[in-house]
């Protein structure tokens, strides 16, 4: 089990963490989800995609808990 980093009160949020939470890739309607959750392979690719970014720029203690293993189960 994997802490997760984004747990409330969100006003006790370092800035780091609201900076990685606000460039965490957003679907069609601007709601972030986790891949598995769309509807189509696709869009399921390039959302991972969007993450496989985002997890590049950001460190892994600020990596939602379940990023990684998806990460791991679904390599390019």
């Known amino acids: 089990y994997r802490f997760n980093?984004?747990?409330?009160?969100v006003d006790r949020w370092t800035d780091d963490k609201v900076?990685?939470?606000r460039d965490m890739p957003t679907n069609g309607h601007g709601h972030i989800v986790q891949p598995r959750y769309l509807a189509r392979d696709?869009?399921?690719?390039?959302?991972?995609?969007?993450?496989?970014e985002w997890s590049r720029?950001?460190?892994?203690?600020?990596?939602?808990?379940?990023l990684?293993?998806?990460?791991e189960?679904?390599?390019?």
């Open 5 to 9: 980093p984004y747990t409330t009160p």
């Open 19 to 21: 900076a990685a939470r």
């Open 42 to 52: 696709t869009e399921v690719q390039a959302h991972t995609a969007r993450w496989r």
């Open 57 to 66: 720029r950001w460190p892994s203690n600020l990596w939602p808990a379940w």
């Open 68 to 71: 990684q293993g998806w990460l």
């Open 73 to 76: 189960a679904n390599p390019t």
